[in-house]
């Protein structure tokens, strides 16, 4: 998939002005946070080695008294002033320090021996005569510097304030705003769920689903609150540094910048590698998440028939190949990531000491030790940002991965949720010459005609695979028919949104699904507009009475995930609760009595002659008995309808409904007709 990089971003670009904050508040703490070692620099090269400048002789107002005479650091003094007047020098030898009543004509390789300093650079030496300063002597000289000291130690402890203030804003400000932006991409994955069609869900299994919207999402979260996270801080990390190694010299800093293209090099053959082991184990993950999910809802059945062995054997097959590609991920980025930052740190500590070491042997040239200092600080903070991206790149490219798979289920066609209102239909059906396939041209359904008027009850007989539920699927739109017309109260389905043409129209499936919540919920659907009182007296009508007797918290009662804690015929009756609570001018029974047992059945049975009063009913049914007050009852035989009419008539056939009913009646057993 493309772009994916580009779709990810415009979800952050949804929160940008929390972002844009967040990176100012960053770059603040970044610019505190990396004035520290000039400040260090300034500390060693001014005052603590700073001493070994020029001490220039004045009469008064001195800074240092020695010998009984007044001195002042010369790059404090005039320098018009300054020039004819006696100067003095101190230099370090080891732990010990010497005066000299001169200045050195260099700097380089220092030794002492019998009062007398040798300075060799390049071959070319010069000697001086020196004096051994005592601790208390040498404290005079530094004295001066101490008051600079402690105020720079205070500036840098205030930015230390400072940036600590601004990092934990931008890291808050950064992780708040990924958050959200999750939180929108998994209401906008499980809201695009809602518009796919029914038959998206046949061909991809629940699990799988449900993997993308929870596990693919948490990849993409980890991009938002770490991996960017991390690339912004590092970015402006880098560039803070580079423009600091800039300010000490330009020369070395241009050979660090090598440092970037070997980042991308290194980004483009990670990615190669890592994306397809990924891909794999983003798909694995998804398989185990289904094999789970099936395994779970089946246990009933696998404990049943022993298949615990096979079913344990085909999850190990799957777990080993997600474990092997993870284990092939794994050794990318043991070669790629620590260790060869360390490989590149190292190398660049070389290059430093080089550089720097090598000014006294003539190769390299001399810096101060402030700018030293300073260079080994801000090399070393440079491959912070570097192993922070390094360590990354895993991260961000499994959220790469994961945006392809979720942005893939975004990309399905479905139907946005229309608002679209319709006046209450009648209930007046009618088919024309209606053909359905699930698959092109293999038709399920076939020149299907008839017609159902408001208050009638309609219902469909035939042979599994006769095609009675797929008439129900047409109806209620969660397939589109290819041939003919549906039409109701003479208006085409197809000319309306699926929403309002379902908001008219009840189902009370064979197996009742049950959501977790309570039996109010599970009625009302959480629908605000129904009162308690109407699922009362829905509960009351479909013969629930006695239920709630005996529960309880009544309709609080706290219901299980699919309905556990209840029987099957509780179950359906909530079902059928919930189908007439929604007051529908159109009724849909999807062989709804066909797992309950004859005592309720004869409950609901007694209900339904008062609630399909005025309401157009079709009912599916495997129970022939059930439908012998239906005033239209279509048989069904490989998609077409062979037979028509009410039961009496029917009967009076004696053909295909005949034998059915007699078969399930007993055989020779005589029938009211």
Do not use: C
């Not at 344990?312 to 794994?330: A, G, I």
Request: glycine letters at 8%; proline letters at 2%.
């Amino acid at each position: 998939m493309k772009h994916v990089g580009k779709r990810l971003l415009a979800y952050a670009l949804q929160f940008k002005r929390t972002i844009i904050i967040a990176l100012v508040f960053l770059t603040i703490a970044v610019a505190a946070e990396l004035t520290g070692p000039f400040i260090a620099k300034t500390m060693i090269d001014n005052h603590i080695l700073g001493i070994e400048k020029p001490w220039v002789e004045v009469t008064e107002n001195g800074e240092v008294s020695y010998g009984g005479k007044e001195y002042i650091r010369s790059d404090r003094y005039a320098r018009e002033i300054r020039e004819g007047k006696p100067q003095i020098q101190i230099f370090q030898q080891g732990l010990q320090y010497y005066l000299l009543n001169e200045l050195v004509i260099f700097d380089g390789e220092r030794s002492v021996e019998n009062g007398v300093l040798t300075v060799t650079r390049n071959g070319i030496s010069t000697s001086y005569t020196v004096y051994a300063l005592s601790p208390g002597e040498v404290y005079q000289f530094f004295q001066p510097e101490v008051r600079y000291l402690f105020m720079l130690m205070g500036g840098y402890f205030l930015l230390i304030i400072i940036s600590a203030f601004f990092h934990y804003h931008q890291r808050y400000l950064l992780q708040t705003s990924a958050n959200k932006i999750i939180k929108q991409m998994r209401e906008d994955v499980f809201a695009k769920v809602h518009q796919l069609p029914i038959q998206y869900f046949d061909h991809l299994p629940a699990g799988k689903i449900v993997s993308r919207i929870t596990n693919d999402t948490e990849a993409i979260r980890e991009l938002y609150v770490r991996v960017l996270a991390t690339f912004f801080t590092s970015i402006i990390y880098m560039i803070g540094i580079f423009i600091a190694l800039f300010l000490l010299d330009s020369t070395l800093a241009f050979a660090t910048l090598a440092i970037i293209p070997i980042l991308i090099a290194w980004m483009i053959f990670y990615r190669k590698y890592a994306g397809e082991f990924n891909r794999v184990i983003r798909e694995r993950l998804s398989d185990i998440n289904g094999k789970i999910n099936e395994s779970i809802q089946g246990m009933s059945i696998v404990q049943a028939f022993g298949r615990e062995k096979e079913v344990t054997n085909e999850f190990e097959v799957m777990n080993e190949d997600h474990f092997r590609h993870n284990n092939k991920l794994l050794n990318l980025n043991a070669a790629t990531s620590f260790n060869l930052v360390n490989f590149f740190r190292n190398l660049a500590f070389v290059g430093l000491i080089w550089y720097f070491g090598g000014g006294a042997l003539g190769v390299g040239t001399l810096f101060t030790m402030g700018v030293l200092y300073a260079f080994v600080d801000y090399i070393n903070r440079l491959f912070e940002p570097v192993n922070g991206i390094v360590n990354q790149l895993a991260q961000l490219e499994e959220a790469r991965i994961a945006g392809e798979r979720v942005f893939k289920l975004m990309d399905e066609p479905g139907i946005a949720l229309s608002e679209e209102k319709v006046t209450r239909f009648k209930g007046d059906v009618s088919f024309q010459n209606v053909s359905f396939a699930y698959e092109k041209n293999n038709y399920v359904l076939k020149n299907i005609t008839f017609s159902a008027k408001q208050g009638e009850t309609v219902a469909f007989v035939g042979h599994t695979g006769s095609g009675k539920s797929s008439m129900m699927n047409i109806l209620f739109r969660f397939y589109d028919h290819q041939k003919g017309k549906i039409t109701i109260d003479e208006i085409d389905i197809h000319s309306i949104s699926k929403q309002a043409l379902r908001e008219h129209m009840a189902i009370v499936l064979q197996d009742p699904f049950l959501f977790t919540g309570t039996i109010a919920s599970n009625v009302s659907m959480d629908d605000p507009s129904i009162s308690r009182q109407e699922i009362i007296e829905a509960l009351h009508k479909v013969g629930a009475g006695n239920m709630l007797q005996q529960l309880p918290n009544g309709i609080d009662e706290e219901v299980k995930e699919k309905g556990s804690t209840l029987s099957s015929g509780q179950r359906q009756l909530i079902s059928f609760a919930r189908a007439l609570v929604f007051n529908p001018p159109i009724l849909i029974l999807d062989e709804a009595t066909a797992n309950i047992d004859t005592e309720t059945e004869e409950v609901i049975q007694r209900a339904l002659d008062v609630v399909k009063e005025g309401r157009t009913t079709f009912v599916i049914a495997h129970r022939l008995s059930t439908i012998r007050e239906a005033d239209q009852i279509l048989v069904l035989d490989h998609g077409e309808i062979v037979e028509q009419g009410n039961h009496i008539s029917l009967m009076e056939e004696k053909g295909r409904y005949y034998h059915m009913y007699q078969l399930q009646s007993g055989a020779g057993r005589q029938t009211a007709s």
